[in-house]
C-alpha cells in the first residue's frame, strides 16, 4: 500500500507560481510511476504529467507543457510539482497517484491523494 499526501495547494494570481508536493509512506516511490491529476468544478479529472518510475522520462498535458515541471525526491520519497505561469483554467483540485513500475503512457494509476486545491485569479 501506498500513501500519498498532497500539500501546497492556495490562491495564486495569474502569471504566478505555485509548487505542490506529495509526500509518500508504506512504499518508497522509486519503484513507482508518478502522476498529477486535476478536477475544475463540474469536468472530469484530467491527467497533468507523470515520471517514469525508472529513469527521467516525463510526460505532459498539452495545456501545461512548457509552464509545468514534475520532479521527484526518491531519498525523500516525495514528488513535485512546479507551476509557473499559472492561468484562471488552471483552478482546480490536484491529486498525487502512484503506479507500481507503470509506463509513463498510462493514465490508470493503483493509488490516489485526497487533493489540494489550487485557485488561479484574473
Known amino acids: 500500500q501506498v500513501q500519498l499526501v498532497e500539500s501546497g495547494g492556495g490562491l495564486v494570481q495569474a502569471g504566478g507560481s505555485l509548487r505542490l508536493s506529495c509526500a509518500a509512506s508504506?512504499?518508497?516511490?522509486?519503484?513507482?510511476?508518478m502522476g498529477w491529476f486535476r478536477q475544475a468544478p463540474g469536468k472530469e479529472r484530467e491527467f497533468v504529467a507523470a515520471?517514469?518510475?525508472?529513469?527521467?522520462?516525463?510526460d505532459y498535458a498539452h495545456s501545461v507543457k512548457g509552464r509545468f515541471t514534475i520532479s521527484r525526491n526518491n531519498a525523500e520519497n516525495t514528488v513535485y510539482l512546479q507551476m509557473n505561469s499559472q492561468k484562471p483554467e488552471d483552478t482546480a483540485v490536484y491529486f498525487c497517484?502512484?503506479?507500481?513500475?507503470?509506463?509513463?503512457?498510462?493514465?490508470?494509476?493503483?493509488?490516489w491523494g485526497q487533493g489540494t486545491q489550487v485557485t488561479v485569479t484574473s
Open positions: 497517484t502512484a503506479r507500481y513500475r507503470g509506463e509513463i503512457i498510462t493514465r490508470s494509476y493503483d493509488y
Open positions: 508504506g512504499r518508497t516511490v522509486s519503484s513507482y510511476t
Open positions: 515520471i517514469r518510475w525508472s529513469g527521467s522520462l516525463k
